[in-house]
């Protein structure tokens, strides 16, 4: 390609309404241009990169036997009908109307289409087990799209779905999906954690993220530096902190605490640790009637740590938390604690809540609660005299640095990070709301067992930028780089010497299969370096007049500090070792 017949647009300044780092260098860089809110142009600079993506992951796909199909944007409101969703999901959830006044959504997902492919066309376990995926446009109507790519409204994605007999069969089709996830990441380029991660509002059985490393990720990663143990925060077990409980060695004490409504004010008035404190968390739970009104409220009492945070996704897998559950309203707290917030405990309740408590607060003794009295706490309170023993013992916190790790390798670190992929282990979720069956050898039906696998193509732009910039601009990674090498020649206009090296490197570089940009656009050397270090091209090669009289070019990686002198004869090579590292 020459930068003549490309289409190269750069800015000094990032427009006010771009907020991260990758939103910023795309803009600034030309990749892409804002539409409407959430809504982007891709232009050919950011397409090539999209396309690179898109190759690699193509290429994984196919050699992981998985088959490439495509599954409309637009799709009919019944198939999400039967699994419920069309009215379980939100207003993300983009409904339109046909002339007819018959009912579509805009996809932003297609388990619903597959499976109805599947129960169709997959009628005997004879055509299992098999793997169709796709690569396309989604749309969810985010309510405050920002971050550029990171959190748009329409973005690309690859979706794989996998259908087999049994979880046995399922489960190896997930470990190959899983093993292409890690293939297709290594060719990336970039630093990334594979963790096991909440199934969340798709379902099933197992699931991992495939999560990129950088600093400005939403999402928090922990992982033990001594083994293989990772997890997203909402998943990582929390393991009692205590290895039994101890004797109660203080009498039960109600102790004046004014004004003293959070554990840390109550432990610092006492000077005592955070971690001698116990919170008290009120919940309630509703059970409807016929006509979906509220029939029986339960209240519960969860309670942590001082010194802990309440993990909501664990919550919700408590029994008879798993349908859902509010936090108690203040007419239902006082009702069954006879108190308002901030002094809540499970002591002297005037209602019976349910109570649950975290692995480690279930271990305590001598600890501190709330005396459901305003300004009052109780001191030296333990289980078995003081007060019952839990209704249920359950991991109800987040983990933090230094805890140690559930495989019993070391303790806990956390990092942050973009997730980009996800795998999951549907199970049968899909194909009993859809009743996709197949006939096994016996001639029954039954449900086929689904894999689901996704990764965010245009999402990865993004996060490679945030874990890969620095004060110049983008640094990408060689794979997915716009292009591979930028030839810069100085005075190409005025040098008949200059102009016959560039052509002649630049048709050799080509010849070699390596992905080549020549910049013929007589830019000046420094707005030429500076575009080249903001787009991300990873190696630039100068020619110039004074080079070439000593028989070298000047060869410089997008992280060197400097440029390096290289003889015009090695300049291949050094670009294909280069490029392989």
């Not at 599954?71 to 039967?82: F, G, I």
């Not at 690309?156 to 990441?185: E, L, N, P, W």
């Not at 004010?265 to 919170?279: F, I, M, N, S, Y």
Request: proline share 4%; net charge negative; hydrophobic share 40%.
């Amino acid at each position: 390609m020459k930068a003549s017949q490309f289409f190269i647009s750069t800015l000094k300044e990032a427009p006010a309404d771009a907020e991260v780092v990758s939103h910023k260098l795309m803009m600034r860089a030309g990749m892409i241009k804002r539409l409407g809110a959430g809504i982007y142009n891709y232009m050919p600079m950011g397409l090539r990169v999209i396309r690179k993506v898109e190759a690699i992951i193509r290429e994984e796909m196919n050699r992981a036997g998985a088959l490439e199909m495509l599954m409309p944007v637009v799709q009919p409101a019944e198939l999400w009908q039967e699994t419920g969703r069309f009215d379980k999901m939100g207003p993300e959830l983009l409904r339109v109307k046909d002339r007819h006044g018959r009912d579509f959504i805009i996809q932003p997902t297609s388990e619903e289409v597959i499976t109805d492919v599947a129960r169709q066309e997959l009628r005997s376990y004879k055509q299992l087990p098999k793997n169709f995926y796709h690569i396309q446009t989604k749309f969810r109507d985010e309510r405050r799209p920002r971050f550029g790519v990171m959190r748009g409204r329409e973005f690309t994605m690859k979706d794989a779905y996998s259908f087999d007999r049994d979880v046995a069969a399922a489960t190896v089709s997930y470990q190959g999906m899983f093993d292409a996830y890690k293939r297709i990441f290594d060719r990336f380029g970039l630093q990334y954690r594979a963790v096991a991660a909440d199934t969340g509002a798709i379902g099933g059985e197992i699931s991992h993220e495939f999560q990129v490393i950088a600093d400005t990720g939403e999402d928090a990663i922990v992982y033990c530096p001594t083994s293989d143990y990772a997890a997203n925060i909402e998943l990582a077990e929390g393991v009692a902190l205590l290895p039994a409980r101890g004797a109660a060695s203080q009498a039960l004490a109600k102790t004046p605490t004014p004004g003293k409504s959070t554990c840390a004010d109550v432990a610092e008035l006492l000077a005592l640790p955070l971690a001698q404190t116990v919170k008290s968390l009120a919940l309630a739970t509703d059970e409807l009637n016929e006509h979906g009104e509220i029939a029986k409220s339960t209240v519960w009492l969860l309670l942590l740590r001082g010194d802990h945070d309440l993990n909501e996704v664990k919550a919700s897998k408590v029994e008879g938390l798993k349908a859902g559950f509010r936090f108690a309203t203040l007419a239902e707290i006082e009702d069954h604690f006879g108190c308002k917030p901030g002094y809540l405990g499970p002591v002297s309740l005037k209602k019976p809540v349910k109570v649950v408590a975290d692995r480690t607060v279930a271990l305590m003794s001598d600890f501190v609660c709330g005396a459901n009295e305003v300004d009052f706490h109780l001191t030296g309170v333990n289980w078995g005299r003081d007060l019952p023993e839990p209704d249920a013992v359950a991991d109800l916190r987040n983990v933090v640095e230094g805890d140690p790790s559930p495989d019993g390798q070391g303790v806990l670190a956390i990092q942050r990070g973009i997730e980009v992929g996800h795998v999951f282990l549907l199970g049968t979720k899909y194909s009993k709301d859809m009743n996709a069956t197949f006939l096994d050898e016996n001639g029954k039906p039954q449900h086929f067992v689904m894999g689901c696998y996704g990764i965010g193509v245009t999402r990865i732009l993004g996060a490679a930028i945030e874990q890969n910039h620095d004060a110049r601009g983008i640094v990408w990674p060689s794979t997915i780089a716009p292009f591979e090498v930028a030839l810069c020649p100085i005075g190409m206009d005025r040098s008949e010497e200059v102009k016959a090296a560039a052509h002649s490197l630049y048709a050799e570089l080509q010849a070699a299969g390596v992905d080549v940009i020549l910049d013929d656009r007589g830019e000046r050397p420094g707005a030429m370096f500076a575009d080249w270090e903001l787009i991300g091209v990873p190696l630039r090669v100068v020619i110039s007049d004074r080079g070439l009289k000593e028989g070298q070019l000047e060869l410089q990686g997008r992280r060197d500090a400097e440029a390096s002198k290289v003889a015009v004869a090695d300049v291949l090579a050094l670009v294909r070792t280069r490029l392989a590292a």
